[in-house]
């Protein structure tokens, strides 16, 4: 029912930067824990990273490049991705995860973007 649309990907040279966007729509949900992971050709979908509270876990490839922003107002989560490398080549799907309020008993969810094409080339 929550659902994720990510934007700002695209085409970028190494050592240069991107910013991807993801914002969540639904009925009556709150999330707890938002953030971004990516999947290459041939690898296993991994974290980039991830938010819950006022703290943030970053994969340790990406840590000292990238950062993680958010406003829980809008159900909105940010990537600012700085000095990308040919290795950061990937899908990037938006995560979240959090609970409905609409039902009687209250139920988790789990929901993933569609994802949106990073390429980091010369």
Do not use: H
């Amino acid at each position: 029912q929550v659902q994720l649309v990510e934007s700002g990907g695209g085409l970028v040279q190494p050592g240069g930067s991107l910013r991807l966007s993801c914002a969540a729509s639904g009925n009556r949900f709150s999330i707890n824990t938002m953030g971004w992971y990516r999947q290459a050709p041939g690898k296993e979908r991994e974290l980039v990273a991830i938010t819950v509270g006022g703290s943030a876990n970053y994969g340790d490839s990406v840590k000292g490049r990238f950062t993680v922003s958010r406003d829980n107002a809008k159900n909105t989560v940010w990537l600012q991705m700085d000095s990308l490398e040919p290795e950061d080549t990937a899908v990037y799907y938006c995560y979240a995860a959090g609970y409905y309020k609409n039902l009687p008993s209250i139920r988790s969810f789990t929901s993933w973007g569609p994802g949106t094409q990073v390429t980091v080339s010369s």
